[in-house]
């Protein structure tokens, strides 16, 4: 719900930029992400994910990037829509393991 | 539908008043998995299980209980309840267990808010 979006970083893009959503992952040994989005008193959905032998993917109006090098993954929002308003979260799970460890997430704002 | 549901949504109980959180997907997912969610801490999890009768700790899996007797259930219990258990609790399942080399995207329940007095 709401109080999800408390204390978390914010972004706020004008309706029809692009957005740019960061996430620095801990674990080195992380071989595969995804972004989720959350919107208020739902559940999270998948959004995209990639693998670390990649260091770009493309999705419908969405794009994730992966810097290995600096353990740093982005997601990128064509053309913010009102309805892109929602908490992105960042995830990884390291090789051979069933752990998925969550970012705490980046509330993106869309001024319509 | 291909779903995840939890059940309650919302419940508010007492210090030490046994509750139990359940969960159920009808999508055949060998893997779920229990997350709690507050603010400024994000998506923490707390059990796990890769398929039947396997089962292993997340993060924070300190007062909670889980059991996988069946594919499509898996509980969360809480044997007595404490404050700091007040969250917002998400059940989620997937097709494949992550880091086994498949996708694996994690389908989310609705959410089980949860106020322990």
């Known amino acids: 719900g709401e109080s999800v979006g408390l204390h978390l970083p914010t972004l706020s893009v004008q309706e029809g930029d692009n957005s740019i959503i960061n996430c620095a992952y801990s674990?080195?040994?992380?071989?595969?992400f995804i972004w989720y989005k959350q919107e208020s008193g739902k559940g999270p959905q998948f959004i995209i994910d990639?693998?670390?032998?990649?260091d770009k993917r493309q999705g419908q109006r969405v794009t994730v990037l992966l810097n290995k090098t600096v353990k740093h993954l982005s997601l990128q929002i064509a053309a913010t829509q009102p309805g892109d308003s929602a908490v992105y979260f960042c995830?990884?799970?390291?090789?051979?393991?069933?752990?998925?460890?969550f970012g705490i997430g980046t509330k993106l704002q869309v001024i319509p | 539908e291909a779903q995840v549901t939890q059940n309650p949504r919302y419940l508010i109980t007492v210090t030490g008043k046994k509750l139990t959180v359940t969960c159920s997907q009808n999508?055949?997912?060998?893997?779920m998995s229990w997350y709690r969610q507050d603010p400024g801490l994000g998506l923490r999890q707390i059990y796990y299980?890769?398929?039947?009768?396997?089962?292993d700790k997340g993060d924070v899996p300190e007062g909670y209980k889980v059991s996988r007797k069946e594919k499509r259930n898996f509980p969360l219990i809480l044997e007595s309840p404490s404050p700091n258990q007040t969250s917002l609790y998400f059940c989620?399942?997937?097709?494949?267990?992550?880091?086994?080399?498949?996708?694996?995207?994690?389908?989310f329940g609705e959410g089980s808010r949860l106020t322990v007095l």
């Open positions: 989620a399942s997937s097709l494949y267990s992550p880091g086994t080399g498949n996708t694996g995207e994690l389908f």
């Open positions: 674990n080195s040994a992380s071989d595969y």
């Open positions: 990639i693998r670390s032998n990649m």
């Open positions: 995830a990884e799970t390291p090789g051979g393991y069933q752990k998925v460890t």
């Open positions: 999508m055949n997912h060998e893997y």
């Open positions: 299980s890769m398929n039947v009768e396997v089962t």
